[in-house]
């Protein structure tokens, strides 16, 4: 990459940035630096606006604090990287309605629902028969 599009390409990461978060910040020195940096460790602009974003939402829920989108601690690349991972992470199982192809195979602790009905019979059978034991024999 020449200095001319490196130049061009922290010109248009920057204003990315700066329309995303409502800032108008000055592009001097220390931020090109910064910017350099981001986009050398192979940051790219549509992750900044996945992290930016996903900061807004956490900041309008108030579990993140606003100083998370300075543009000082947004560009400390470890961090970035965190938060770009966390706001990838799946908190929900897929839903039951996800079509499953027949040859995935198939989870112990999840079993189809046809399944589940005849372990759930099984399973009853089993607890009536555990029930009589422990009861003895009924006299009539």
């Not at 630096?33 to 940051?43: K, V």
């Not at 939402?57 to 470890?78: P, T, Y």
């Not at 589940?116 to 006299?139: D, K, M, T």
Request: aromatic share 8%; charged share 25%; with cysteine.
């Amino acid at each position: 990459m020449q200095d001319n599009e490196i130049a061009h390409d922290v010109k248009d990461i920057h204003r990315l940035y700066c329309q995303l978060t409502g800032q108008q910040l000055t592009l001097r020195y220390d931020r090109v630096r910064l910017w350099f940096e981001f986009l050398r460790a192979g940051f790219a602009p549509h992750q900044l606006q996945h992290v930016v974003r996903y900061l807004q939402k956490e900041i309008r829920a108030g579990r993140r604090n606003v100083g998370a989108l300075k543009l000082s601690n947004l560009l400390q690349l470890d961090r970035f990287e965190e938060d770009l991972n966390i706001s990838q992470v799946r908190l929900h199982a897929p839903s039951a309605s996800t079509p499953q192809s027949s040859d995935t195979i198939s989870d112990p602790k999840h079993p189809p629902p046809a399944d589940q009905q005849r372990l759930r019979q099984l399973a009853r059978a089993a607890f009536l028969r555990f029930r009589e034991q422990i009861r003895g024999p009924r006299h009539s």
